[in-house]
């Protein structure tokens, strides 16, 4: 045994070098929260009408009223067509006033938007008419970024060390953030758009990483606690930020100009000694364990640093592992149906904030106060009511209510924007809940496998997520029933689970029964905290979730 663990609790697990790793985290999360919901605000609905300035070449004194009248026909409602217009013809004007127009065609040269408007995604790319499914596009491809991220970044990672992948993900969305406000085309628009997406999946899985790897198992809860409530509060910064720059432009300049700020610590983060120790690099594991102790203000003995060797990788489970045996099957396919659907909820809300009719400042800033709570509570709430129940009620709630909302009228808006602050809520609750059940449910030897793939489904779903929402173009009630409806199906599964609370979790998958309740369960366990059935032995891998 290197001693690593041991190490680590010498120097102090959560001491002020932990702190200070968790307070650095800030920065990269607010450029998370922003990056992941900006667009919803780049995109604000405009009147707009085609572009029929053709008639003032035979009618150069018509007013804007007579120009429409004759141009654009009106729908049932008595409004102008938005989408169409009437065909140009070589007549005089006199011929036109005489016979009028009839054929109608597409809008050909471009449209018109009302002036005085700042600039927007809409208006600048024309995202209107055939082009307006472009929107919820580019989030899908965003979110197949944060995909192709994971599958990047994670590997690399356990190549090169934490420490340069965070400084590279970093680099690289704020550089592609900040090009973004520069392009010239929709199509670069999104491809910028992907890589930022990927860049986050490298900065969120990695610090992540590293936390783990430098924090004690008991304090564990609490720093993805914070991040969880930094990223809560970056969304509520965004709806400050979006409410007083309605430029786009500028708007993007302004969300991702800060993470650079990042690189003014960067002599202050550290690589992972756990890390360190894997790859055989012990004098520079030796010196960060001393630097780290001293900063606690405790002393490293001696003798206990001569205790680090170099250590292998712990060798963990195939994938194929996972359906090797029934009751991994059963827990295997549960939960990823259980990620999938809790990410269907929790982006289909997010993602149609401005659907719901109030304003969507006000509403932005409510879904990002209501996940504090969401996120602190769901551990006092595992710890009264286990995992299986909370997992489940949760689910359900923020299923129901997403149907609930089917039904209300277009005219209450307040009540359907207090319904999706519930549906919030139970989502983001759920969310935490699932990473600390999916982590007690996996053996150690394929939980890191388990959770990945768990995580992958995730991630499916949130591509699909503003997909679905294009189907709102044949009833508006659909995307709603389908974010409602998956929940709960989803909630309804986890009664088939095993109850986690209080229970010593399995290392290997050779027991083909869920782990028994530990009769003198620690509190530690109680908090989501993963150790295995050697006591106080730290069961722990140096290898990331790759998904």
Not at 238 to 252: D, F, H, K, T, V
Request: glycine share 10%; aromatic share 10%.
């Amino acid at each position: 045994m290197s001693g690593i663990g041991e190490i680590l609790k010498a120097a102090g697990d959560f001491g002020r070098f932990q702190k200070w790793l968790v307070l650095l985290s800030v920065i990269p999360c607010f450029s998370v929260s922003f990056h992941q919901f900006c667009q919803l605000f780049m995109v604000p609905y405009v009147p707009y009408h085609c572009d029929t300035s053709w008639i003032r070449a035979v009618g150069p004194n018509l007013t804007e009223e007579e120009q429409l009248n004759l141009t654009l026909p009106r729908g049932p409602d008595g409004q102008f067509e938005q989408c169409s217009m009437y065909s140009p013809v070589d007549w005089d004007l006199d011929s036109i006033l005489a016979y009028g127009l009839n054929d109608t065609q597409k809008c050909s040269n471009g449209w018109v938007y009302p002036s005085g408007q700042p600039p927007s995604l809409l208006t600048e790319f024309d995202l209107v008419c055939d082009r307006k499914d472009l929107n919820d596009i580019a989030q899908a491809i965003y979110m197949a970024g944060l995909l192709l991220g994971s599958m990047i970044f994670g590997p690399l990672s356990d190549r090169i060390g934490r420490r340069p992948v965070i400084l590279l993900s970093v680099f690289l969305q704020g550089l592609f953030g900040l090009g973004i406000a520069f392009v010239p085309h929709f199509y670069v628009y999104m491809a910028f758009r992907c890589v930022v997406g990927a860049s986050v999946s490298g900065i969120t899985m990695t610090i992540l990483a590293l936390a783990t790897e430098w924090i004690g198992v008991s304090s564990r809860p609490k720093a993805v606690l914070t991040s969880h409530c930094y990223f809560a509060i970056g969304q509520m910064i965004l709806a400050g930020l979006s409410y007083g720059i309605r430029n786009w432009r500028l708007l993007e300049i302004a969300g991702s100009v800060p993470i650079f700020a990042f690189f003014f610590f960067i002599r202050v983060l550290p690589e992972s000694a756990r890390w360190l120790v894997t790859k055989g690099r012990i004098e520079e594991a030796k010196k960060l364990l001393q630097k780290a102790a001293a900063t606690n203000k405790r002393s490293l003995p001696p003798e206990l640093l001569e205790q680090l060797k170099p250590e292998q990788e712990a060798k963990s489970g195939s994938f194929l592992d996972l359906f090797r045996k029934k009751h991994l099957q059963k827990v295997t396919l549960i939960m990823s149906c259980v990620w999938f659907v809790n990410s269907i909820v929790y982006y289909g809300l997010s993602l149609n904030v401005t659907n719901f009719g109030l304003d969507i400042y006000l509403t932005q800033l409510a879904f990002g106060a209501v996940e504090i709570p969401a996120r602190v509570g769901c551990i006092f709430i595992l710890q009264r009511f286990g995992r299986r129940k909370t997992q489940a009620v949760l689910l359900v709630l923020s299923g129901l209510v997403c149907l609930v909302i089917t039904g209300i009228p277009e005219d209450q808006p307040v009540t359907t924007t207090v319904l999706a602050t519930i549906g919030k809520f139970a989502a983001s609750a759920s969310f935490s809940t699932s990473y600390v059940y999916t982590a007690e449910l996996f053996p150690t030897v394929v939980r890191q496998t388990g959770v990945g793939l768990c995580s992958m489904s995730a991630r499916v779903a949130g591509i699909l997520a503003p997909l679905i929402r294009l189907l709102g173009q044949y009833h508006g009630a659909i995307p709603m029933a389908i974010f409602g409806s998956a929940p709960v199906l989803g909630g309804l599964l986890c009664v088939l689970l095993p109850e986690t609370r209080g229970t010593e979790l399995a290392d290997d998958t050779g027991d083909g029964h869920p782990p028994e309740v530990c009769k003198n369960a620690t509190s530690g366990s109680q908090n989501g905290q993963v150790k295995g059935k050697g006591g106080d032995q730290d069961n722990e891998s140096t290898k990331t979730t790759y998904f």
